[in-house]
T-cell receptor, first 113, second 110 residues
Framework: EAQVTQNPRYLITVTGKKLTVTCSQN?????MSWYRQDPGLGLRQIYY???????DKGDVPEGYKVSRKEKRNFPLILESPSPNQTSLYFC????????????FGAGTRLSVL | GEDVEQSLFLSVREGDSSVINCTYT??????LYWYKQEPGAGLQLLTY?????DMKQDQRLTVLLNKKDKHLSLRIADTQTGDSAIYFC??????????FGTGTQLKVEL
């Protein structure tokens, strides 16, 4: 089954404790992206990657890091989480170009205390 | 500006039609999309329209695009309780970037 898998689904942590949210896709997509969803703000892009070892900042990259060592994986790293990073996070993937149909993971709800 | 705008809430009665509106900003957008988010789930693509089309129909869904006014709408015919969700419009800009609206919470009442 074609899917984007995120882990964990729920995470409660404390300020400053490094964490990683994993994202994996099995569709051989070149493009992968991380979004955060906040009430009244919709989805905002954090980082994206157009292929292995190619990453770039989205609209709200501050406080986040990503890596793309393999095509299928695109982890999101919070080196020193802060309460304003409490949010719902989504990973998405798609083929490059064409109709740009993006497939989304189920989401990770993060609370930073 | 950069914002894609949607109204935040819409309430309809079961069996009625729902119309969700969206105003986008980039006249060069090639595709425009509607995504549905059910509680506790990710976003699921409902439908999309190429920018050179005015209308697209897919079963109960009708998408209308007015490029002059940069206005996109999604009509759901015979709305059911299972249609209760958040609906996001999104525009495809350069590369694979999608810019999303704020989302419209659709509530279907019996």
């Amino acid at each position: 089954e074609a899917q984007v898998t995120q882990n964990p689904r729920y995470l409660i942590t404390v300020t400053g404790k490094k964490l990683t949210v994993t994202c994996s896709q099995n569709m051989n997509h070149e493009y992968m992206s991380w979004y955060r969803q906040d009430p009244g703000l919709g989805l905002r892009q954090i980082y994206y990657s157009m292929n292995v070892e190619v990453t770039d900042k989205g609209d709200v990259p501050e406080g986040y890091k990503v890596s793309r060592k393999e095509k299928r994986n695109f982890p999101l790293i919070l080196e020193s989480p802060s309460p304003n990073q409490t949010s719902l996070y989504f990973c998405a993937s798609s083929l490059m170009g064409g109709e740009n149909i993006q497939y989304f993971g189920a989401g990770t709800r993060l609370s930073v205390l | 500006g950069e914002d894609v705008e949607q109204s935040l809430f819409l309430s309809v009665r079961e069996g009625d039609s729902s119309v969700i509106n969206c105003t986008y900003t980039d006249s060069s957008s090639t595709y425009l999309y509607w995504y549905k988010q059910e509680p506790g789930a990710g976003l699921q693509l409902l439908t999309y329209i190429f920018s050179n089309m005015d209308m697209k129909q897919d079963q109960r869904l009708t998408v209308l695009l007015n490029k002059k006014d940069k206005h996109l709408s999604l009509r759901i015919a015979d709305t059911q309780t299972g249609d209760s969700a958040i609906y996001f419009c999104a525009e495809g800009r350069g590369g694979n970037k999608l810019t999303f609206g704020t989302g419209t919470q659709l509530k279907v009442e019996l």
